[in-house]
């Protein structure tokens, strides 16, 4: 029994975002269980030896191993598809895992990646240290600039690699041009598009061909577990993404996948009030600090692009303190509630100190050149009282002097 499912395209095809983030993707078991089952198997069982060679052949419909197949790994996957607005998504452990494969997947020795410079940690790592050890070259541009892509591309540039808003300095793409520059010269583009959601943006309505996601911050946005996605078109993610997925495995597990299934019914709600927190407590910083970088007020210098191609602005953005990392520091310590905690997309309110923390690893003078600076800190707004948090950070910047 499978009656109403949220899998049949033909139905969710007039479903509105709202709908699919509750409803999408699910399927039922024969017992029509309400709420989406958690399928905790590694293995199939199949009625006859015939069915089995008929599964692995793929000419009988159904699951062989968890590695390759999970019904609630799938149901996650159809869902995030919906959202996105995609033909298809393969979920992954991490949001790392997902760059990786989307990366690794398609790229080969002597090919180019023209990617962001201001990016999260990791991605940077991916860039600048993982691709260039097989042989594919980088090179790293701002990416406020959409003629510094035209400008960096060559014959053998396979893909654009970025992220916007960007961790943590908050620059943004100008999804539009850097897709329509991408599409004219034959490059496919990859969007990280963890700090937005499709909540929020849809990189593919702007003409980006990939949208990878770390699903551990918004998606799953209660500080829980670690996931990943990438969509793309259903050639892409068959043919290219899932050989290399299904043979390295950075698999999702079913827990997981079904934690960020629940996350997922509520995202819509949390980004919206968490975007208009962290908007009230970027308007209580601004003047209190030296430097705000929040995409949402009109102070930011893109933030005309931001408000063209999000719908709203999201719960993080980063401020800069003249006293670098010391006063930094100094800062973090004095909050009661804010914790320091280098997660985002949590309901809670966290901040950090990037320099020290999710940017250590990038080497000093390319941190500099991002816009990582010793006084920079990056709050995730969460869904608290947005008065208990300007009180706090009230009572954290005085005790400092501020
Ligand atoms: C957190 C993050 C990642 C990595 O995701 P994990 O789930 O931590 O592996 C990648 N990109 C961006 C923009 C992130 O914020």
């Known amino acids: 029994m499978k009656r109403r499912t949220g899998q049949d395209r033909s139905i969710t095809a007039s479903w509105r975002p709202a709908t699919l983030a509750v409803r999408g993707g699910t399927a039922r078991s024969e017992w029509g269980e309400t709420s989406e089952a958690m399928f905790v198997t590694s293995g199939y069982a199949y009625d006859c030896a015939a069915d089995a060679a008929a599964r692995f052949a793929g000419e009988q419909a159904g699951m062989t191993y968890s590695r390759l197949q999970n019904p609630t790994v799938e149901m996650l996957e159809e869902r995030i598809a919906l959202l996105e607005g995609a033909e298809a998504c393969r ?154 997925t299904r043979n390295t495995g950075p698999t999702l597990s079913p827990f997981n996948a079904w934690v960020v299934l629940k996350g997922l019914e509520t995202l819509d709600l949390r980004i919206r ?55 930094a520091h100094a800062l973090l310590d004095a909050l009661r509630l804010i914790d320091i905690s280098n997660n985002i997309g949590d309901s809670r309110s966290l901040m950090t100190h990037p320099a020290s923390t999710t940017h250590s690893g990038v080497a000093e003078e390319k941190r500099i050149e991002m816009g990582v600076s010793e006084g920079l800190l990056r709050l995730n707004v969460g869904l608290e009282d947005p008065a208990d948090l300007i009180d706090d950070l009230d009572q954290a910047l005085s005790s400092i002097g501020l």
């Open 91 to 244: 979920s992954m452990a991490t949001g790392m895992a997902a760059m990786t494969a989307a990366l690794l997947c398609q790229l080969q020795t002597g090919d180019h990646v023209v990617a962001g410079r201001a990016a999260f940690g990791s991605c940077r790592w991916l860039t600048d240290t993982l691709l260039p050890k097989f042989g594919i070259e980088t090179t790293i541009i701002d990416a406020r600039d959409p003629q510094a892509f035209a400008d960096a591309t060559k014959a053998n540039t396979k893909l654009y690699f970025f992220e916007t808003p960007a961790n943590p300095t908050m620059d943004v793409v100008d999804l539009r041009a850097v897709c329509g520059i991408a599409r004219e010269r034959g490059v496919l583009t990859v969007v990280d598009n963890a700090f937005a959601t499709p909540a929020l943006q849809r990189p593919m309505e702007f003409g980006a061909d990939i949208v990878a996601y770390s699903a551990t911050k918004m998606m799953d946005g209660q500080g829980r577990v670690l996931a990943g996605a990438v969509c793309g078109t259903a050639a892409f993610i068959n043919d290219v993404l899932l050989p290399f």
């Open 273 to 327: 009030r968490q975007s208009e927190n962290a908007l009230a407590v970027g308007r209580f910083l601004e003047g209190r600090v030296a430097r705000i970088n929040h995409p949402g007020l009109p102070s930011h210098p893109q933030h005309d692009l931001a408000m063209s191609q999000m719908a709203m602005t999201g719960p993080i953005f980063s401020l800069e303190v003249d006293g670098g990392r010391a006063q």
